[in-house]
Antibody
Framework: QVQLVQSGAEVKKPGASVKVSCKASGYTFTSYDIHWVRQATGQGLEWMGWMNPNSGNTGYAQKFQGRVTITRNTPISTAYMELSSLRSEDTAVYYC???????????????????WGQGTLVTVSS | DIQMTQSPSSLSASVGDRVTITCRAS??????LNWYQQKPGKAPKLLIY???SLQSGVPSRFSGSGSGTDFTLTISSLQPEDFATYYCQQSYITEYTFGQGTKLEIQ
């Protein structure tokens, strides 16, 4: 079955960087974009960025521009999200998700996130 | 950015009730609207995509409707496993945004 499995929890000090992995299985890794979304404890969902695993093209939310980098290792079907200059407000669960595509309509191609990885808790604390 | 506003933020209901959650976009997004269910400690799960299409494996008591700026998620007869938080998401522009969530609690 289609599955995304993420790396384990991390504890980092302010100013450090963290790199979270997301290993895909059950489908052709290069056929679907991977997106990253985070969720602070008790809060909502916040989109961070995306990557096309085939081309390596990326796009980032304005809020995270300059601090986030999404990469991939195609032979092992794994995507990575690295967040730098960590601060306490970056404490959150980080999710990867596969972007599914549907029909082309007037506004573009319908799309959604499915499935999601299980999440990786990143704690930033001195 | 496109702002997504859900209402209510929380809702108490009983098993068997019919429940409706609304989501409003700050500009027209056609039918580029998805709904997710999230249970505590778990990743979000896709319920409805393209405003009204039921994801495979999702029970038919879930339905979605709307287009443009106003959307609804309806659960026709609440089951115990439906108590969770629900999020809408616009996928019209790449700077994806989610509603703030609706927490559905047992009355």
């Amino acid at each position: 079955q289609v599955q995304l499995v993420q790396s384990g929890a991390e504890v980092k000090k302010p100013g450090a960087s963290v790199k979270v992995s997301c290993k895909a299985s059950g489908y052709t890794f290069t056929s679907y974009d991977i997106h990253w979304v985070r969720q602070a404890t008790g809060q909502g969902l916040e989109w961070m960025g995306w990557m096309n695993p085939n081309s390596g093209n990326t796009g980032y939310a304005q809020k995270f521009q300059g601090r986030v980098t999404i990469t991939r290792n195609t032979p092992i079907s794994t995507a990575y999200m690295e967040l730098s200059s960590l601060r306490s407000e970056d404490t959150a669960v980080y999710y990867c998700a596969r972007r599914g595509l549907g029909a082309y309509t007037y506004g573009g191609v319908l799309n959604w996130f499915d499935p999601w990885g299980q999440g990786t808790l990143v704690t930033v604390s001195s | 950015d496109i702002q997504m506003t859900q209402s209510p933020s929380s809702l108490s209901a009983s098993v068997g009730d019919r429940v409706t959650i609304t989501c409003r976009a700050s500009q027209s997004i056609s039918n580029f609207l998805n709904w997710y269910q999230q249970k505590p400690g778990k990743a979000p799960k896709l319920l409805i995509y393209a405003a009204s299409s039921l994801q495979s494996g999702v029970p038919s008591r879930f339905s979605g409707s709307g287009s443009g700026t106003d959307f609804t998620l309806t659960i026709s007869s609440l089951q115990p496993e439906d108590f969770a938080t629900y999020y809408c998401q616009q996928s019209y522009i790449t700077e994806y945004t989610f509603g703030q969530g609706t927490k559905l609690e047992i009355q």
